[in-house]
């Protein structure tokens, strides 16, 4: 988890270590699931600044996780494909035959093969 300087500057701005400390806060923060309300009130008052400041480190967080699955888009999809592909493997292994029949219907609709061929 990475360390949260509180805000000591007394109303002054905060520097560019401290904004990107904060934004890792709450990228960790929605990682485990914390509702936007939750990290705002908290985040303001950990660091000492208003809601409104806390949004925005909501806000930069959600734009540079947009960035990186966007940026990384093959790669997350193909690492996600790989795991269904070893849910559906275990499934069968352990008779365990819906979670493998939804693992595959997930990988087809992925790759977009679940819908029927039209004529036209």
């Known amino acids: 988890m990475a360390s949260v300087v509180p805000n ?9 270590l401290e904004v990107a400390e ?7 923060r929605m990682a485990e699931g914390w509702p936007s309300f939750k ?11 208003s809601h409104r ?4 480190y909501l806000a930069k967080a959600r734009k540079e996780l947009v960035e ?9 999809v193909a690492q996600r494909l790989q795991l269904l592909e070893l849910i559906a493997h275990k499934g069968v292994e ?8 939804g693992a595959v219907g997930m990988v087809l609709r992925v790759v977009g093969a679940d819908a029927p061929k039209t004529n036209g």
């Not at 000591?8 to 560019?16: D, L, M, R």
């Not at 990290?39 to 600044?49: C, K, P, R």
């Not at 352990?94 to 029949?101: E, P, R």
């Open 94 to 101: 352990t008779n365990q035959l819906s979670a493998s029949v």
């Open 68 to 76: 990186f699955y966007n940026h990384n888009r093959d790669e997350f």
């Open 8 to 16: 000591n500057n007394h109303g002054k701005k905060a520097t560019k």
């Open 22 to 28: 904060r934004v890792a806060w709450v990228r960790e």
């Open 39 to 49: 990290m705002v009130h908290e985040g303001a008052a950990l660091w000492g600044v």
């Open 53 to 56: 400041q806390a949004e925005d």
